[in-house]
């Protein structure tokens, strides 16, 4: 499960603001501005590349570019002008855009550049095109498939030779040389899928490929796992029109995973066994170990194209391998193994050098993410660094110059920047953005330069080219807030968020924001709108310029107020590690925490309190109302998980352990031993095509209430799934809830 926030803004007051509309929340022109998506560095440094929505259709984006000698931004391909009409997706590509959280999404929604950085490599409804930048107009635009079966997943190879994808369920390479389209692997079909990322490894993992290119091109390596052990759950799918009876092998907590398996193709091999059109494909089975229920979490190869590394994780995530695999004669070893008394989090910190015979790994050993550096024997060197604060991961790496550069909060946890850090592990490190806020940045293949996004609670999102120093080469979008900008009519009932902490009961640090409505007056009695997530990996409270249905509710006199309890990111394993075999407790003890300080300022009317979330938001909310109704007049509960047995085996048993191992844990962290306690009004609202969080979360919630005689409130949303995008849709869920919560906490004002 990851995070399904609603966004939020936060601008300068200014005088004779027209009135904020819900509905425009989610209209064209986005009210944010011009937002670059998938911004890219070309590997030579000639350009910036980015996706962007229509002016009529922020949803729908085209690929453009920014080229940094002329200082033209130039549009390279118009979605509707080469596809034209609404797009037709398989069911894998669209099961993979909800995984990826794009469902709402449509054009081209990814690319990547050629090694030489001369052509770009999108897929487009179900085709494979080639953009040559040396060309303009139709000639650049070269198509390499054409109807033969819908193409996800496609990938340029590290020398460019070949560009690779998946079809229907076998992974392919096509020749560019030649035109020549062979398969790799043909043994694909039914529920065995080959070069495809299994559903809890797309969920859960961050993992979302299932195949991966030696660096010279010479072979692939790629997973071939088999669902026919995973059970079958059967659930409906209701839409306005029709109802369909889906039999999705979901793997829930305890039950059965994939059965997964990783080999190796030479590109000679798959040439001969084209050419010959052979029955089977020749390749390498690497071995994964004896036990046969693991997850396989990461591979990747090592500069020498020979060698092959995957990280091999337990079932009950806490014992981590890294294995070493010499495709040349077979030859294994373990490099090194992390452990924990709890659980491993996954990241993409893993970096094998090409100047020498080392690695570096990234780990919670300490109870904080850093940064190591080892032998390829096994042996640690040193560390690289020992922050007092956790790391967001590794964001490039210099060789030449012997730095490795991270994304990191610093001493502040709601802000996000980009450390240096010398890669001997001597010297300290060295904050490259200076400008307080949120940085979310790309840099180039070299690390000489990179792209940042930066937002502050006081700033727009604005885009520039920076050198990895951090001065600024050129500004790629000022999104200034100006006359013309979509936002500029309603600005002057913006209002910023204000930052604050509280202690939770073990002593952490709790953060929290508070949103107060134009024309704040101290002396009365407000009512307060709570809204969290709650949940791993999640963070809300962030110094960011956001605008959603937080600020709008703000706008219409509601105080809201966010805080992140214990169990979120970016704080380190001791503030995540207290929701361990029981979860829905000390996230419920912090959130009280918060509602308990909301009581003592006397601008808050404790009598008028509400709260709402979405996802794992909306089970906080069930849980809330279960165990503390007496503190919170009314709640909205979104897409909430109700049984924890019902989600998926990664993610629940990372927390939760196997139900075999800790059945009190799992009945404890259920909504439905609690609901006896469930006395405030409460909206339930779900999406009835949900294949994240099943429908049946609600639905069990639903039979309780009435079993026991509860009163509730229920939307439900044909056709939704558990994002319920679409401007319809999101226009009508927080329409409701406003209501809902209008009706509750508005009256007596």
Known sequence: MRLLLPLLLLVPTMLHAEQLPLERLFQDPALTGPRPLKLAVAPDGARVTFLRGKADDQNRLDLWEYHVASGQ???????????????????????????QRIAALSGIVGYQFSPDGKQLLFPLNGELYLYDLRKSGSEAVRQLTHGEGFVTDPKVSPRGGYVSFVREQNLWVIELATGRTMAVTIKGGGTVACGVAE?????????????????????????????????????????????????????????ANVRIALEVATLVDVKVAATEAKSARPAQVVPLGEDPDIYLVRVNWLPDGKRLAFQRMARNQRRLDLVLHDTRDGAQRTLLTETSDTWINLNDDLRFLKSREAFIWGSERSGL??????????????????????????LALDSKRGLVYSGAPGPDPKQRHVYAYPLDGDGEPRRITREDGTHTVVFSDDARVFVDTYTSRERLPTVSLRRSDGRVLTVLEANELKEGHPYWPYHANHRAQEFGTIKASDGQTLHFQVTKPPGFDPTKRHPVLVFYYGGPHGQVVTDTYDLDFTQWMAQRGYVVFSLDNRGMARRGKAFEDPIFRQMGKVEIEDQLAGIAWLKQQPWVDPARIGAYGWSYGGYMTLMLLAKASDQIAAGAAVAPVADWRLYDTFYTERYLDHPKDNAEGYRLSGVLPWLEGLKSPLLLAHGMADDNVLFVNSTAVMSALQAQGTPFELMTYPGAKHGISGPANQTHVFRTMADFFDRHLKPGE
């Open 369 to 394: 993410a850093q940064l190591y550096l080892y032998s390829l024997d096994g042996t640690l060197l040193h560390p690289i660094t020992s922050t007092p604060w956790a790391l967001d991961g590794v």
């Open 199 to 255: 559903f809890v490894a797309q969920e859960e993992m961050n993992r979302y490929t299932g195949y991966w290119w030696a660096p010279d091109d010479s072979a692939l390596a790629y997973t071939c796992y088999d669902e026919s052990g995973v059970p079958i759950h059967r659930r409906f799918e209701l839409y306005a029109d029709r109802t369909e009876v889906i039999e999705q092998r979901y793997p829930a907590a305890g039950e």
């Open 73 to 99: 931004t130039r549009l390279l391909v118009d979605s509707a002008l080469l596809a034209p009409g609404p797009e037709q997706l398989s069911d894998e590509e669209k099961a993979r855009r909800e995984r």
